[in-house]
């Protein structure tokens, strides 16, 4: 009877071997298989299913301005359009604005980073890209940056261009004026960050937006400790070490505690000839330790030095002056979201 019980432990062993293993294998199989369906070549047949099983469909972009909801005016919409393709002309950015009716029940957040990565908003090779994002039926918006801008425009940064320069005319029903200043302000990070002169706002917008993180306290505080810590540092350093070489130096190997007075006597200086030679005595003042010894001063040595006349060197620059004519054509160029922004609501 025993021998049938541990027979039966060993058949149940051996089965988890083989199953266990088994199992492993499908799952890793329809993990890959799940893998491949989601390549480039499936994407259309992705997006026939999505609509068949009723999930999100993200709307096909017209242009860097696309207001799905007739909320902009047409002038406003074209004066918007204008100044993102300067953008776009002058810094490479690409600045995104998308108005919809509402979020299919997605958080803002969702569908942005999903409504960014559909469109490509920003360069493929740099992810420098922003999204601005205004949901009317829940009152929300968004701006979304690209990874490649997320030192430009910090989510402080983004959350201050929000209640400052969009939310303020968003509750005065004056979405125009919102828009194109929050676009303005995202413009001026961009060109601030590259050296370049600002865009007026259509009207005066408070200072956070515009300085953001740089005009608040937290940045002067960092400024204060970037200019101070390495002073503090290497001062820091150098007093240590100085301590150390103090306690070396001064410590009685009898008594162990600091109390060495060091007396040197020079017998004959060193010359570029010959060496010299000093008396080194030590006393303990706290006990009777006393020690005295003879040490070699080294020869005085000439400094030589090697004028080496550096050539002037011609720094030919063959770069072949290919004036990069940009065709602006509304269209974004395949960049990536970083996840990075600020989120708001009016």
Known sequence: MRKIKIFSVLILLISLFIVMPALTLVSCVSAGSLKASETPE????????????????????????NDYTNTMSNNWKSKTEQLVAKVERETKCEIAVAVIDNLKG????????????????????????????????????????????????????????IDDAIVPRFKENNYDSGIYNGVVAIANKIYFEQGKAGIAYSDPVPIAAVA??????????????????PWILIFGAVGVLSLLSYIKNHKCPQCKRLGLVIKQTILSNASYEYSGQMIIEKTCRYCNF????????????RQTYSGSSSSSSDFSSSGSSS????????????????????SGHW
Do not use: C
Request: charged share 20%.
């Open 42 to 65: 499936n994407k259309e047949s992705l997006q026939i299913q999505e609509t068949a099983t009723g999930q999100v469909i993200f709307p096909d972009y017209h242009g860097f301005v």
């Open 212 to 229: 953001g993180f740089v005009g608040s306290i937290a940045f002067t505080v960092i400024i204060i400790l970037v200019t101070l810590l």
């Open 290 to 301: 006393y020690k005295k010894n003879t040490a070699i001063i080294p020869k005085l040595s």
């Open 323 to 342: 004036s990069s004519s940009f065709s602006h054509s509304s269209s974004f160029g395949g960049g990536s979201s970083g996840g990075g922004g600020a």
């Open 106 to 161: 997605l958080t803002i957040e969702d569908y942005a980073v999903r409504l960014f990565e559909k469109w490509g908003i920003g360069k493929k090779a740099k992810d420098n890209g922003v999204l601005l994002l205004v949901s009317m039926d829940e009152r929300e918006l968004r701006i979304e940056v690209g990874y490649g801008l997320e030192g430009v425009i910090t989510d402080i940064e983004a959350k201050n261009i």
